[in-house]
C-alpha cells in the first residue's frame, strides 16, 4: 500500500507541476501585449497562499515530503506570475494585485505560520496548518470561478484559462485518492471539493468555448455603432 501511494504522490506531484505551469500561455500573451488585459490576479494570489502554507504543512508533518516539494516549487511559479501582474496590470488592477498580496501573502501567511510555530507543538501544529491549508485550498480551487460573470456577460471564455482549470481537476482527483491511501483528510476533503470545483468550471467553459472573443464582439459593435452615425448612401458606398 505504501508503494502504491508512493507512486500516486509522484503521479501527483507531476500533476501539480504542470497545474502551476498551465497559465504561461496566458502570461506569455501579457508580457507581449504589454497588459494582463481583462485576465484576473485572484487565482494566483490564492494559489501563492494556499502553496505556501501547503510548503510549511510538508515539511512539519512526518512523511509529507511529496507535499512540500510540489507545493515549494508552486511558491517560485506563483510569485512569477503575481511580479508580472504588478508589472503589466492597468492601474486599478495593479493597485487590487498590489493590496491582496500584501494582506494575504504577506501579512496573513507569515501571521498564520508565526503563530502555529510558536503558538503551538507536535500534532497540534499540524492539525491547525491542516486546518488552514484545507480552507485555502478550497479558496485556490474557487478563485478561477471568479470570472465567471465575464465569461456568462460577454459569452466568451477568452479570459478564463481552459488549462488551469483542467488541471484543477486533474490535480484535486490525483491528490484526493492519495489522501485516500495515506489518510490524510487535510489533503482529501479540499481536493475532492477541488475536483468537482474543477469540474464545474469545465462545464461552464464547454457551453461557452464556441462564443466570440472579446475583442472581436467589441470590434463587430464598434463598426456597428460607427454604420449607424453614417447616412445611407455613405453606407451605400462602403458596400460598394
Known sequence: MEIVALVIGVIGNIISVLMFLSPVGTFIRIVKNQSTEEFDSLPYICTLLSSSLWTYYGIIKPGSFLVSTTNGFGVAVEIIYVS????????????????????LN???????????????????????????????????????????????????????????????????GVWTLYALLVRDWFLGVPNGIGCLLGTAQLVIYAIYRKGKSVKHTADLEEGGQIEHLLPPSATTNIGE
Open 106 to 172: 504577506v501579512v496573513f501567511s507569515a501571521t498564520a505560520i508565526l503563530l502555529a510555530h510558536f503558538g503551538s507543538h507536535g500534532e497540534m501544529r499540524i492539525d491547525v496548518i491542516g486546518f488552514l491549508c484545507s480552507a485555502l485550498n478550497i479558496v485556490m480551487y474557487s478563485s478561477p470561478l471568479s470570472v465567471v460573470k465575464t465569461v456568462v456577460t460577454t459569452k466568451s471564455v477568452e479570459y478564463m484559462p481552459f488549462l488551469l482549470s483542467l488541471f484543477f481537476f486533474l490535480n484535486g
Open 84 to 103: 508580472l501582474f504588478l508589472l503589466f496590470a492597468p492601474p486599478k488592477m495593479r493597485l487590487k494585485t498590489a493590496v491582496l498580496v500584501v494582506v
